[in-house]
C-alpha cells in the first residue's frame, strides 16, 4: 500500500554496529531507502498491474511489482523521527520484515 493509500509510517531498526551511521540524519531529511524484497518471485517477468486480472499483463520493468529477475526496492521517503538506532520515515511500499541493504541522502534537484 502507498501513503496515499493510507499506509502507516515505517519504522527502520538499524543493528547496533550501523547505529553511528544515522549521525547527522534529521526530521525532515529525504532519503532513498535500498531493500531487498525478500518475499518477490524472481521468475514472473509479465504481471496484470496491482493484481487487477481485468488488466492486460505487463512486463515487470513497466510496473512497481515486487516481483523481478533482481528484486531490489528503492523508496525516496522523509525521515519523520530518529532514535538512537531507529528511524521513522514516512510510508514505503514494503511489508514488514523486508530487508533494508542501504541508506543514502536522496539529492535535491536544483
Known sequence: MQGR????DAWIDIDRRYADA???VEIGD???IITWLHLADRDVLQVHARG???RPKT????TRSPARPNPLGVHRVTVRDVEEARLCVEPMEAVDGTPVIDIKRALSAY
Open 30 to 32: 529525504e532519503l532513498i
Open 52 to 54: 487487477d486480472t481485468s
Open 59 to 62: 512486463g515487470v520493468f513497466a
Open 5 to 8: 493509500e493510507g499506509a502507516p
Open 22 to 24: 544515522l549521525r547527522g
